[in-house]
């Protein structure tokens, strides 16, 4: 993933891609999907290991 800093006129926020190789994002972009990120949600690791061993039953793993 390439980073550079784009106009925002550039820059399409709902169509980035980031899995793709060539895929550009901007610097700005990065930064408000990591503070995004940081708001949450989050659950406890007791909550995790639940639904963890919940969708390993579904699945019939």
């Known amino acids: 993933m390439k980073t550079t800093k784009l106009p925002k006129d550039k820059t399409t926020k709902k169509n980035t891609n980031w899995a793709l190789p060539d895929q550009t994002v901007s610097i700005d972009d990065l930064k408000a ?29």
Do not use: T, V
Request: no cysteine; net charge negative; glycine share 6%.
């Open 33 to 61: 999907e990591i503070k995004k990120a940081e708001q949450g949600p989050f659950i406890n690791p007791d909550d995790f290991e639940q639904r963890f061993e919940e969708w390993k039953l579904r699945k019939g793993l």
